[in-house]
């Protein structure tokens, strides 16, 4: 087998564009790493049909794709609109309504029936992540009268956000519940749990993972205010985080998103918990063939901040051209990954700084691991590991070489293709015979190459990563 091109993880969501056979081979051909599915859109009966497409596509092609599936959450959506949209004009007067109507010139419905509750004249609505701006004018029961400050064409089931509003719900829902039992029984591999407020809410979602005998890696976004104010605990509470810019550059000033986006980057990555950069990365691609300088200098940026993995929303649910946004996502990182110690926020010998002169086994491993790549030129990090753990820590450190992780688990492996560098491998036994059959069976290492091998040896009770050992594959 090949290792793929480029380390930067991509995740690519699976819509009407993309869910069919031959389009999910050639995104994994292309170099995506995690298929997402959004349950704010499509029935469970699409939902399934990817899961089922993916799994086929990826044993066929040898690649191994991870399933994120992405729960609705709170989110206020605009409901049907007659022919699937319409055009908004500045200075129209529009009404959204919680009557269960179809939508057209004029009348928006809203799929909330208290959303007349939530806003008062004078206050601001923003539709489809910000793009089109209403100023509300009159609110009685069911309807939100509005003037349009920002006209544009409106789509059914856009978002709606009031970043003012106090939503009086709890960030995850019934429905959510219901999707998330539907994600354990479809084997779903990671969770993405949309507008947490704080860490109350991932723990809600992990007892009921636990009560369901299931398990599935948790990822908190990150989208409204109270998620920003309450990361380290949120983050202490989660796998991993995605930084989640199509809402939270509606629900903060947008002119903030890029300094957030490197302090929250910076703290997961410290954690050794992966970080997501998501939405209108590539944008233009959703009707282009091409994109624009500055998506592209977008997406080099994010792994410059340290990005674990970059994700593709309508680019690749709706857009034209599917494979080519994910191709071109892996040409961006992989023009850009080796630029990472020289430009980058996240730097391999600074950051061995950060960790506890004195400190753990972990800490001392971590670092002569770093200090031993420095001085031999060594082809792979080799790292057996029970939960994830030993490869996420040293991926930390975005060595120049992969990491090739090697676990008895399934769900853990699926896990790791959200790291960066991390290429994950199921074996029967972690044994270093075991691991260099794999490596040496796949043509990916030949004799005389030096690697770097993690181990855990028994010490008195302890059986975590203590040992590494280089050597010639023999
Ligand atoms: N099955 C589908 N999966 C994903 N997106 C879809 C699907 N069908 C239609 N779409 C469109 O593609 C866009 C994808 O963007 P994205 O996945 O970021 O969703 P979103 O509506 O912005 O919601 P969220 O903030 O929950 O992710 C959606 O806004 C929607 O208009
Ligand atoms: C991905 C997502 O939910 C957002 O950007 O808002
Ligand atoms: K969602
Ligand atoms: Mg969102």
Redesign the pocket.
Known sequence: MRLPSHKTKIIA????AS?DRRTIESLIKAGMSVA???F???TFE?HKKAIKRIREASKKLGRRVALLG?L??V?I?VGKLLGGKIELRRNQTVTLTTEDVEGMEGIIPVEFKDFPKLVSPGDTIYL??GFIVLKVVKVTEKEVVCKVIVGGTL?????INVPNARIPLEAVTERDFEILEFMIENDVDIVGI?FVGSAYDVLKVRRFIKEHNARLFVVAKI?RPDAVRNFDEILSAADGVMI?R??LGVEMPIEKLPILQKKLIEKAVMAGKPAIV??QMLESMTTEKLPTRAEVTDVANAILDGADAVML??ET??GKYPVDAVRMMARIARATEGYRESFGNVRMLEWKEKIPKKGTIKDAITRSIIEALQVIDARYILTPTRSGYTARLISRFRPKQWILAFTRDEKVANSLMLSYGVYPFVVESDDEAEILQVIKGLGLAKEEDTVLLTKGAPVGKTVGTNTIRIFQVP
């Open positions: 969501t699976i819509g009407p869910n997402r599915l959004n704010s859109h499509g699409e992405d609705p959450g989110k959506r489809s992540d789509y059914s089931h856009k978002g949309s989208e989640a199509g809402d998501a939405t929303s309508e649910a709706v």
